[in-house]
Nanobody, 120 residues
Framework: QAQLVESGGGSVQAAESLKLSCAAS????????MGWFRQAPGKEREGVAT??????TYADSVEGRFTISRDNTKNTLYLQMSSLKPEDTAMYYC???????????????WGQGTQVTVSS
């Protein structure tokens, strides 16, 4: 059974840092690509960052502030978030699939999400 479990969310002040983790198991751990997506209240889910072997891509809004990484030995995905802004407040989801994309509809497996709240 495919499973993705996020952790590391919380409430921080603007300019602070936070690191998210996502543990993958089953079919979700064998996909080519994994990524982070987020959804703020009243907004559509959007791609934040995606990683594959030798490739990474970021949304323009987080480029230079967020870093995605993957430890294949632990089947774990990470998102290091720095210089956080109030507009980064959202539910953050881990996803896995076989497309190198920031398009949520292309991902096959999803976690339950972890909340990130940034206050000014």
């Amino acid at each position: 059974q495919a499973q993705l479990v996020e952790s590391g969310g919380g409430s921080v002040q603007a300019a602070e840092s936070l690191k998210l983790s996502c543990a993958a198991s089953g079919a979700a751990s064998t996909t080519m690509y994994m990524g982070w997506f987020r959804q703020a209240p009243g907004k559509e889910r959007e791609g934040v960052a995606t990683i594959g072997t030798g490739v990474k891509t970021y949304a323009d809004s987080v480029e230079g502030r967020f870093t995605i990484s993957r430890d294949n030995t632990k089947n774990t995905l990470y998102l290091q978030m720095s210089s956080l802004k109030p507009e980064d407040t959202a539910m953050y989801y881990c996803a896995a699939g076989d497309w190198f994309t920031l398009e949520p509809s292309r991902m096959s497996f999803w976690g339950q999400g972890t909340q990130v709240t940034v206050s000014s």
